[in-house]
């Protein structure tokens, strides 16, 4: 069982940065692909960006394409988002995931573990 614990949500203007972490505790992330995924207000869930469980491959949604950066920590078991230029339809609960595979992640949102939501509010 891996409980996974996001943190660095916050309101912030736009343009400016967050950056999440997502901790997994009772098992070790370094066996996981893991994803960041987020879901505004009336919306579905949507894939943001993920990574591989040995931080070699990642996958950008279009829309946070040379805005967001994710990356890894195996040892401090521990994925970051980095978000810079955030926009206001960056709004919404960002969750963190340990995928089955980067690719049914990505494609079919299908994760072994999810966290349990940090909020993010860009002000316009």
């Known amino acids: 069982q891996v409980q996974l614990v996001e943190s660095g949500g916050g309101l912030v203007q736009a343009g400016g940065s967050l950056r999440l972490s997502c901790a997994a505790s009772?098992?070790?992330?370094?066996?996981?692909?893991m994803g960041w995924f987020r879901q505004a207000p009336g919306k579905e869930r949507e894939f943001v960006v993920g990574?591989?469980?040995?931080?070699?491959?990642?996958y950008y949604a279009d829309s946070v394409k040379g805005r967001f950066t994710i990356s890894r920590d195996n040892a401090k078991n521990t994925v970051y988002l980095q978000m810079n230029s955030l926009k206001p339809e960056d709004t919404a609960i960002y969750y963190c995931?340990?995928?089955?595979?980067?690719?049914?992640?990505?494609?079919?949102?299908?994760?072994?573990?999810w966290g349990q939501g940090t909020q993010v509010t860009v002000s316009s």
């Open positions: 990574i591989s469980w040995t931080g070699g491959s990642t």
């Open positions: 009772g098992r070790t992330l370094g066996s996981y692909d």
């Open positions: 995931a340990a995928c089955r595979s980067l690719s049914e992640c990505r494609l079919l949102y299908l994760a072994n573990y």
